[in-house]
């Protein structure tokens, strides 16, 4: 006796096996589709990070202080050299939260001065910052569903004027 002669005939007709197939393939190609966004927000991140440093490694050679305005008493209120040049990335990278970011100040000419140099000084600043995966089948394949992204940038101070 032939097995499929016992089978209902609803099993027989064939109805939902194409349910079924659009149902895995759908499923499929919605993870490898935000995936691909994921992976294309983090390589945005990561090209944001990148300007930005470049942006405040550009300030920051120039040994300028930035005057904000006092959103309290609307005076200007110059910063001091750090805040200056983390003023000047985030200023570019608008689109990214940098005030979790973690940053470094390295000065490479003298290691036992001002992390941010004086002029003359060759300095390396590094950002460190911490991208959330969108995707809920990729996240746990990070630690804490989390990228971390690394861009450093070192260049030389100028030198003081008149030597």
Request: proline share 8%; net charge negative; hydrophobic share 40%.
């Amino acid at each position: 006796m032939d097995p499929d002669s016992r089978a209902p005939s609803r099993w027989k007709s064939g109805k939902g096996q194409t349910l079924a197939e659009t149902a895995i393939v759908l499923i499929l190609l919605l993870m490898l589709t935000f995936a691909i966004i994921d992976f294309a927000l983090i390589f945005y991140a990561h090209l944001t990070l990148e300007h930005g440093i470049a942006h405040a490694t550009r300030y920051a050679i120039t040994g300028q202080l930035m005057q904000v305005i006092d959103p309290i008493t609307g005076s200007p209120v110059t910063l001091d050299r750090r805040s200056s040049i983390l003023k000047a990335m985030q200023d570019v990278t608008p689109t990214l939260d940098l005030s979790t970011a973690s940053y470094a100040f390295e000065n490479i000419t003298n290691p036992a001065g001002d992390p941010t140099g004086g002029p003359g000084d060759v300095i390396k600043i590094t950002v460190s910052y911490d991208w959330r995966i969108v995707t809920p089948l990729i996240s746990p394949l990070f630690p804490n569903g989390k990228i971390t992204l690394t861009v450093s940038s070192t260049s030389k101070n100028e030198p003081s004027p008149g030597s």
